[in-house]
């Protein structure tokens, strides 16, 4: 007996955020490919990114789709649609974090709502 053909990570993920996230599937094409990349290589900065990417095209052609999903709006609540699913049954502990970054002249204040999990808090709100 031979053992199953194990699929792909991008699959697995595609497969599994599909149900829970109403995106076009291009839009979820490239965020499973992001989410993916930032993971392994630890950042979040597009230019890092744009060699590690699972997309096709060349590291500029990537850069540039990369730039556009990020620029482009995602359904109010997406986090919440997403994570809560996952989550095992039972008692959950909140987390409640401010921050406050100074971009320019301009001040920008976060109070995010997360749910803690594993030693991580995964943002809802």
């Not at 900065?45 to 990417?53: D, G, I, Q, R």
């Not at 699972?54 to 986090?79: A, I, M, N, S, Y």
């Not at 997360?114 to 943002?123: A, D, F, I, Q």
């Amino acid at each position: 007996m031979t053992a199953p053909q194990s699929r792909h990570p991008h699959d697995r993920l595609f497969a599994t955020l599909r149900p829970l996230i109403k995106l076009d599937a291009r839009h979820l094409v490239v965020l499973v490919a992001l989410v993916l990349a930032v993971i392994d290589r630890r950042t979040s900065v597009l230019n890092s990114l744009k060699t590690h990417v699972h997309l096709p095209g060349t590291p500029e052609v990537r850069k540039q789709r990369l730039k556009r999903f990020v620029r482009c709006h995602l359904p109010d609540h997406l986090l919440i649609h997403l994570v809560i699913p996952l989550l095992p049954q039972g008692d959950i502990e909140l987390t409640l974090d401010r921050t406050n970054w100074k971009f320019g002249l301009v001040d920008i204040n976060f109070l995010i709502l997360g749910v803690y999990w594993n030693g991580v808090s995964l943002p809802l709100l």
